[in-house]
């Protein structure tokens, strides 16, 4: 199987539709302004900007989507060529870090999405900067924060399950990205406490639970190939743990594969989403 990460986020469209805490999209429609500049971080291919048009949450107004992979950017650049024209798409190649460096003081937006974004970064030092991209009372939807649990059934061996799901949970802790730390398997609680320190008010939060499961007719659209990705993801992050044995962690792996094409594998990863707001007036420290 060839794992492409641009395939993979185009087949997690169908699962995160299912997964979004649907009284925190509500919640979201509803404070909408009704020409809004947004601007998404980590947008991979642009799923989330076609599915705000698709259920009509925007259809004018202005959509900056920041990705540091360039192929991500183009693939997104194929999907916006057929959405609505009333809605101006900038779509932009950059670390968001640095792209929000770039344009302080120049450039602010009403609202602020990072879909499953935030668990990849060091939280408390992220809430800061990126909110600098909003105005003051700007609108932030945060979606698909991972939050301690990954559960795959049927078991193997459940002893052995619980340690791989330990010590996958183990790698998020511990990622460096340029040295720093960045990840967090306990992202959607631990955002309680980050952004009230943030300065910012949560005004709708709840849980947006990945489930997926072959019904009678399989996995639903693209939905097994999100499997296999996932299943490809963890065996990157763990072959190479001593606390695992090689040979038994790979046999473990290629049964979950082999679970996934007779349509076994239920997974369910936890998540929570979040709704809020800025205080209209700056705080010294953002
Ligand atoms: C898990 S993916 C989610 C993508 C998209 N939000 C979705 O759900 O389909 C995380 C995305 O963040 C991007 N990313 C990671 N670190 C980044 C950074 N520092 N600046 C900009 N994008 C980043 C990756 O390229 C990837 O597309």
Redesign the pocket.
């Known amino acids: 199987m060839v794992y492409d990460f641009t395939r993979y ?1 185009a087949a ?1 469209k169908t699962v ?1 539709d299912r997964a979004l805490n649907k009284d925190v999209w509500r919640a979201f429609k509803a404070l909408l302004p009704p020409a809004p500049a947004v601007i998404e ?5 642009g ?2 900007i076609e599915r705000l048009v698709e259920q009509g949450f925007i259809n004018c107004g202005r959509y900056t989507a ?4 360039p192929p ?1 950017i183009a693939a997104a650049r194929q999907r916006m060529a057929s959405l609505t024209p009333t809605l101006h798409v900038e779509l932009e190649t ?4 640095e792209f929000a460096a770039r344009v302080h003081g120049r450039q602010a937006w009403d609202v602020l999405v990072a ?3 935030l668990d ?1 970064l060091d939280i408390p030092t992220a809430l800061p900067l990126l909110f600098s991209l909003l105005k003051p009372g700007g609108i932030f939807y945060f979606s698909l924060n991972f939050d301690g649990a990954t559960i795959l059934q049927p078991a193997i061996d459940p002893a052995f399950d619980a340690l791989i799901e330990q010590l996958y949970h183990q790698t998020m802790d511990e990622r460096l990205t340029n040295g720093q730390p960045s990840g967090d398997s306990r992202s959607g609680r631990h955002l309680f406490p980050y952004l009230r320190k943030a300065g910012a008010d949560i005004l709708a939060a709840g849980s947006s639970d990945w489930v997926v499961f072959a019904g009678e007719h399989g996995y639903p659209a693209d939905e097994a190939y999100f499997l296999h990705f996932i299943l490809h993801t963890m065996h990157g992050a763990l072959h190479k743990r001593p606390e695992l044995n090689k040979a038994r962690f790979n046999a473990w792996i290629a049964k979950r594969h082999a679970q996934i094409d007779r349509g076994e594998l239920v997974y369910v990863a936890h998540q929570l989403d979040f709704l809020g707001r800025l205080p209209m007036i700056k705080m010294a420290a953002l």
């Open positions: 986020l997690k995160d971080v980590g947008a991979g291919i799923t989330m920041v990705d540091n992979h991500n950059a670390d968001v870090f879909h499953a974004f990849l």
